[in-house]
């Protein structure tokens, strides 16, 4: 696999300076102590940064080996084919970045949250650790299943972090956010509590919201990790008493709305390619405006570019993808293909506008369009309040938000507009979805659509729950003999060398057959 190494951010001097430190893939140890972080430092710097790496993994390229799964990107055909790719023999060094980074990334949330539980005045840094600390640890059970988690960022005290049951990890992560929720009320009533102001680059960016106004929204992201967490435990065994659980309460508060994405932005630029947003960093172009290497490497796959143009979808397509330079129109490769002739990288699309926007752009961590999705499915579902006219209207919402998102003009009116075009296409409208089964496939598909290059991750638990998309493809190489995509990913080289015992006790991984706990 072609893909360049980054660098984290682990500990910023202010808050917009953009400096990092090296932490070279393939070399972490979980069981470290993070040396870069001194026991002194005030929460609201380790913040910043920590909010900043949270970026960095999910929209800098951890995430790519799901796009391909999921039908939104191929491999490009200028290049050599890469077999353990093309047939999903993945090895413990494929991609393994969704997870070192996450667990570099956690130990700065975790000694945020020690450092602010000394200070009674720093409940609201409190909170904000353990909404991120539940948001990361949920992903790296959606990889990996079982994972360290009650002793995995005790370095120098617990030095061989067992794993713990996912299962166990899922409800940990609902007590975890119930307490944050809990902690910012009580914060509320604090007249001396420090505020984040603009060291919280998620939802103050330069005090654009009061604190009121921005402790809503971490209530609301934390409701909406619960709701992901919910979702995902609908075709699991004891999933009914999860879900009960897990939505107690989030009525109160509710989830992320209108226009209210979860993105990050410690002040990204065009100054140098550290300071570029990730996603652009990642898949677009150099400050001097040449190809990055992921730009070159991955290009739109013709599953997702030709189900858009079957439901005359091409406002959201073209910005999502650029066309392709012979052709003056996006086309897409099959993953897999080893056809090189008329599929090289200028028959075949790079990212378009929506999704590279600029490099100044702030990174998504967790859309609105992704919540009104998951709120619609719920409703539909009969899990949230609401029957199927109220789950048609979150869904419309979701629609509206995914063309924002994607910077299509006017963009909740031409949504509006493009589902009114399509009266008897399920894919797109509700109005012949008579049954919650057939509401959800619509709520499911196009929720699948939009999250191309923004959140593969809840796409892929999406099919491996239910099955939807039903004709998501597999790679057609011919040396592949897979039936499906992967369940799962392996765990990385890092820890087979750092915690080999605890890891070897969880089994032989095959990604192919081992499953998440949460799958039917």
Avoid at 171 to 193: E, M, P
Avoid at 194 to 207: K, V
Avoid at 395 to 422: C, H, K, W
Avoid at 512 to 519: D, E, G, Y
């Amino acid at each position: 696999m072609f893909k360049r190494n980054k660098a984290f951010i682990l500990l910023p001097l202010v808050v917009l300076l953009m400096v990092s430190v090296g932490c070279k893939k393939g070399t972490f140890d979980i069981n470290s102590v993070n040396p870069n972080i001194p026991s002194d430092v005030d929460p609201k710097f380790i913040l910043s940064g920590a909010l900043k790496n949270t970026a960095a993994s999910l929209r800098g390229g951890d995430a790519d080996y799901i796009e391909l799964y999921m039908g939104y990107y191929a491999v490009s055909g200028d290049y050599i084919p890469q077999t353990q790719t093309l047939t999903y023999a993945t090895s413990t060094s494929y991609y393994s970045g969704a997870w070192d980074d996450i667990y570099v990334n956690l130990k700065n949330y975790r000694q945020m949250e020690v450092l602010a539980a000394t200070d009674p005045n720093a409940g609201y840094y409190t909170a904000m650790a353990k909404i991120m600390e539940a948001l990361l640890f949920g992903r790296l059970v959606d990889q990996y299943n079982d994972i360290p988690y009650t002793n995995a960022l005790e370095g120098g005290v617990v030095n061989f972090p067992t794993y713990d049951k996912a299962a166990n990890v899922y409800d940990s992560l609902i007590v975890q956010l119930n307490d944050a929720i809990s902690i910012i009320n009580t914060t509320n009533n604090n007249v001396n509590a420090e505020i984040p102001g603009a060291y919280d680059i998620m939802f103050n960016q330069g005090n654009a919201n009061s604190v009121s106004a921005e402790m809503t929204l971490w209530k609301q992201l934390a409701n909406t990790v619960k709701l992901r967490l919910a979702l995902n435990m609908t075709g699991a065994s004891g999933g009914s008493a999860f879900i009960q659980s897990a939505l107690s309460g989030t009525s109160v508060d509710g989830f992320l709305g209108a226009g209210s994405d979860a993105s990050v932005n410690p002040g990204y630029s065009n100054s140098s390619e550290a300071q570029q947003s990730p996603y652009y960093n990642d898949m677009g172009f150099s400050t001097s405006g040449a190809v990055q290497n992921q730009e070159s490497y991955l290009r739109a796959c013709s599953y997702i570019v030709n189900l858009m143009y079957a439901n005359s979808d091409t406002l959201r397509l073209n910005q999502m993808f650029a066309p392709a330079s012979a052709l003056g129109v996006v086309a897409g490769r099959p993953f897999g293909s080893n056809v090189s002739v008329g599929q090289d990288n200028q028959h075949v699309s790079g990212m378009g506008p929506g999704l590279l926007q600029t490099p100044s752009s702030a990174a998504v961590i967790l859309p609105a369009c992704e919540s009104f999705y998951m709120q619609a499915e719920a409703t539909a579902d009969g899990i949230l309040p609401g029957g199927l006219g109220g789950a048609a209207s979150l869904y419309q919402t979701g629609m509206e938000e995914s063309f924002r998102l994607l910077q299509v003009p006017n963009a909740a009116s031409t949504a509006d507009a493009y589902i009114a075009s399509q009266p008897g296409n399920t894919f797109v409208n509700t109005l012949h979805d008579t049954t919650s089964a057939l509401m959800v496939n619509t709520i499911v598909n196009q929720e699948w659509l939009a999250l191309c290059g923004v959140d593969p991750l809840t796409s892929w638990s999406n099919w491996r729950r239910l099955g939807i998309p039903s004709t998501l493809p597999v790679s057609v190489f011919e040396a592949s003999t897979a039936t499906h995509i992967p369940y799962r990913q392996t765990y990385p080289l890092s820890e087979y060398s750092y915690n080999a015992t605890n890891v070897q006790a969880e089994g032989t991984i095959n990604i192919l057959t081992s499953t998440i706990f949460w799958m039917p």
